[in-house]
């Protein structure tokens, strides 16, 4: 799934960098944006990958974030990706999604993974991968059907 990672000015390099690195691994599309320059052998890497990098304000990253599409009752913003990562300081992070949802008009469409960042791959891939459900129902009116208890 395409991703949009947006780091807050505190957040720590390696933080960045692990979240970087789960949606390379999981070989998703994702567009990095810092307010804070990186470091040279970072951007490199990153051109490398063919990655798109913005270096903007919180203010510059939620009008390129946000497109205005007309409707029959005004405007309204709508997100340019569906998933977002964050990155950075609790309270950064915590003030950035507010404004994220306030000026998406609290789009249920916009999945915001807004948690710190870990050690566990698992986690971290969450937002570049789709998810997925897998139902068995094992019985017909009422009575259990065996067939399914291998497979479980």
């Given at each position: 799934?395409?991703?949009?990672?947006?780091?807050?000015?505190?957040?720590?390099?390696?933080?960045?960098?692990?979240?970087?690195?789960?949606?390379?691994?999981?070989?998703?599309?994702?567009?990095?944006?810092?307010?804070?320059?990186?470091?040279?052998?970072?951007?490199?890497?990153?051109?490398?990958?063919?990655?798109?990098?913005?270096?903007?304000?919180?203010?510059?990253?939620?009008?390129?974030?946000?497109?205005?599409?007309?409707?029959?009752?005004?405007?309204?913003?709508?997100?340019?990706?569906?998933?977002?990562?964050?990155?950075?300081?609790?309270?950064?992070?915590?003030?950035?999604?507010?404004?994220l949802a306030t000026a998406s008009g609290g789009d249920p469409d916009l999945a915001v993974y807004d948690g710190e960042v870990t050690a566990a791959a698992r986690i971290e891939l969450l937002p570049f991968?789709?998810?997925?459900?897998?139902?068995?129902?094992?019985?017909?009116?009422?009575?259990?059907?065996?067939?399914?208890?291998?497979?479980?």
């Amino acid at each position: 799934m395409p991703v949009e990672i947006r780091a807050t000015e505190d957040a720590a390099l390696q933080d960045l960098l692990r979240v970087v690195i789960a949606g390379v691994r999981s070989g998703a599309a994702f567009v990095l944006s810092t307010p804070v320059g990186l470091p040279g052998d970072v951007r490199r890497a990153l051109g490398d990958l063919d990655a798109s990098v913005f270096l903007e304000t919180d203010e510059e990253w939620m009008q390129r974030m946000l497109r205005e599409e007309d409707v029959v009752e005004g405007v309204v913003a709508l997100p340019v990706s569906d998933r977002v990562r964050l990155v950075g300081g609790r309270a950064a992070v915590a003030a950035l999604h507010t404004a994220l949802a306030t000026a998406s008009g609290g789009d249920p469409d916009l999945a915001v993974y807004d948690g710190e960042v870990t050690a566990a791959a698992r986690i971290e891939l969450l937002p570049f991968v789709h998810e997925q459900s897998i139902s068995i129902t094992a019985h017909r009116y009422g009575n259990l059907d065996p067939w399914s208890s291998d497979v479980i």
